[in-house]
Structure formats: C-alpha cells, structure tokens
C-alpha cells in the first residue's frame, strides 16, 4: 500500500508539478540590455559547460549541435556554421554573457526549430533574381550580376519545382523590377518562401559567401555600428524572424559546403534590413553567391556549373526549411554538380571543434536533481558596455563586479538605452528533462520599448541602403549575358502581376551605386 502511495506521488510529481515549473536562467542587465549567462545557456540546451578561459573561445558539443563562442567578438558558430549575431558576448572571467536577443533570434530557432512559431506548411517559393535591366548589379569582365542572378534563378527554379513545390519567380527576363515591387509580388503567396539571389561586389581581396536575414527589432545591422531610430521600428518582416534565421541558417550551411573545407570563405549568416527582405511578409533571405569583384570568385560565377552547384545547395536548405516546417518529407536534391564538374576550391579541411570538458558535477544537463540558481544580476553599466560599435574582436574585459539583487520579473530598459528585443523567449517547463524538447514557458519576457532611443548622435548616421554596397570595379564593362545552359522556363502561369518593366513613378529605386546589392 505505502509502496503505491509513494508511486502515486512520485507520478503526480512528474507530470503535475515539474512541468509547471519555469527554467531558472540566470540574467544580467548591461545599460538596459538583457543577457543570460553562459552556464544557464549550456544548462538549459544540454551543452557541457566549464569556466571560459579569457580570450580563448568557448566550444562545447552535446549530442546534436555544436558551439564556438568568444569574448566580446560577435562571430558564432553553430554545427559548423559561421552566424553573426546581433550583440557580441559580455562578461569575464567568472562566466560570459550572452544576449538574450540573440538566445531568442538566434540561438533558439536553430537549436529548436520545433519550437518556432507559426510553423505552417510552405506550399511554394517566390526567388527573385537581383537588379535586371537597367540596373545590372555588380559587374567583371566577364558578366553581369543580373544575367548571373537571373541564370541562377531559373535553375532554382527547376530543381524546386522537381521537388514538388510551386516556384514564382519576380521577374523572368531582363527587365528592372523595383525593390519594393519584388516584396509586393512576395505578399501574393501566402504560405510560400521568399529567395533573393544576388552576387557579391567590393574589393579584389573579398571573397566568400554570405546569407542576409532581417535584423530583429532593436538590433543595428551587421554592417551598422549604431541604433538608429530605423533599427527600432517594427517591420513587417520582424513578424518572421524565428522563421527568417531558421531558413537563412539551413541555406547557408547547405550553400558553404561549395567551399569544402574552406572556413574563410563563411562569411556567415548576417543581419540587414534590406528592402526585399525588411517588407516581405514571408520567411525571407537574400543569397550572396560569391564575390564577382575576387578574380577566382568571378570566373566561378561565370560557369554554369557552379551556378547549378548554387542552386543546387539553395534548394537543399529550402527544401530541408519546408520539410521542418511542415513536417514534410520531400527529398533533397543531390549535391553533385552537372556535367560541366567543377572542381571545389583546395583548402584544409577545417579543424574539427574540441569538445569541452565534461560539465562540472551537479550541472549535467540531464542530472534529474539539478536546480539552476535562480539569479538576476545587475552589471555595473560602465564596466560592461554593449555599444554596437564595440562588437568586433572587443578585448576581453576583466570580469564585471557583479552585485546580486533580488530577482525581479522585467526591468525595463532605461528610456536612453535601445530596446531589448520584443518575442517571448524560450524556457523548459522542467529542469530534469531534456530541455531540448521541453515546451517553452516564459522566463525570458522581453518588453517592447516604451520610447525607443536610438544610440546618441546615431540621427546622423547615413542611412543603411536597400542592399549591401557595390563596388563596381568595371564599372565601364558592357554587361555580358551569363552563359547559360538553363532551361529557360515559361512564365509560370501562376505569376501574380508581372512584373512591370519601369517602376512606379514614386519608387525607391535603387540608386546606381549603393542601391544595387551587394
Ligand atoms: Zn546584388
């Protein structure tokens, strides 16, 4: 009898009074910003955590992802693949800090796409190829950014269509399409993804690929070393933003593995508020397949082959963002190249990332007895800045005075200081279980700002234009079509309103050099 009670108990404990109970994290406040600890982070998603040593970087590796982490620096790698995220990671000495904007934005959507809202199933796919027109993009000797992109698209194209979804394109022949026009085409499908193709412009010595997702409110831009008032309102994309970084994580790790072995040529999964993705009501990315501005990088993307090996990888991570969103099963397209093979780049393999020290007793992931302390700290504002312009390769600072108080639910943000971000942030409902797949409750809030004040004397900061800055350096070179070998398709009969040659007389059409993308 006693032996039943003491079940019954211990059942009513399991599935009555742990699931309720909220994850501790352990937070800190820098001039109004939010932070989580790095120990509460590691906890909560089952990484193995040991004291981070000064300015070496922090690795640490469970059974299903990976993570590189260094001090005041805003480069991240997850499984493999380089992110920049919003904020660099605090602290010192006695533990890092890391946002919780990027917990939120970042980490949690990849780590737990499961847990992404508003998982629908994606029926189709808007790709728009960059500039077209009058507007040729980035150009080299040997071809134009807009017969490249366009090249690019079709072949997209093709290879998602064969998988099984419906494809729109913004526009299917040589034609200008306004910036605004291509988001406006995107709203005509609900339910589908939206897939700007672009290549890449600026000094010789640039090189690499990078993949573009908006910027989470309250966040500056990657290229932005200041808030500005822009960088705190609301956009309509902002609705997607879990969606948003889960689709440009998926295609970006899909489209690097063209470099093999290659790390350098990861410029990472950036933040930007871009006209096409910054107005788009669906997941939205943009794509910077290579650099036509690197001598190496321009004879690449002039050869078809690597343009369908682009393709190719895009359609990978699409097709993988549609299969995790709608729990569907659609196969992927191979990686193997068409009959034009072209070798990848020769690089070393990359190191494989060292797997940290097992977790220090008593905060083992999955330790049924673990109670993460619950603490909220305040960091001395002038020890610890979070100013935008200080987030690259900052020296560590010596660790913080960290002064304990009494936990409290929400501090808001002083009005002087920028907004934290403003979704629910992720939280187990238990502590003994696998976080990973616990349901999220809410120990996280974040508030929406009050009276969002940009970063002093950010007015003045010129405004972030509508794509990455080109840097033509022929500019004088007559735009070659892209040899191409791709079917040209028809119009999909299913095309919305097609797209207007001239742009409506009040556009935002981008200027001729720092309009154009990237
Ligand atoms: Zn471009």
Redesign the pocket.
Known sequence: MMLKACLAWAFFCLVVVLPVRAFDWETATSNGREYVSLRSFCLFYGFPYSVPNGNDRFTSRNAAHSISLKIGNSDMYLDGVHYVMSFPIEGGGNDWLVSRMDVIKLFEPIIRPSEVSGRHTIRGVVIDA??GGTDN??TSRLGA?KNYTLDTAFRLQKILRDAGLKVVLTRSNDVFVDLYERAHIASLYPDYAFVSI??NSATPEARGLETYCLSPRGAASTSSNYLTRGDIQKLPGNDYDTQNILLAGMVHSEIIKLNPGDQSADRGVKRARFVVIKQNVLPAILVEGGFVSNHMESQRVDQSSYRQSLANAIARGVIRFCNDMGDRNMSLPGGSRDDNEEAPISKPPPKAIPVAPAAPSGLAHDSPNVKPVATTTTLSGTTVSTHKSKKKNKPATTPPAVTPTPPTAETPPPSSTPPAAESTPPVPATTNAAPATSTPSSPLNLTEPAAPTPTPGAEKAPAEPD?PP?VNIYPTTPAAPAKSSAPAPSTPASTPSAPTATPPASTNAPSSSEG???
């Open positions: 960059g500039h993009g980035a950014e672009h290549f794509e080109t154009a993308q990237p």
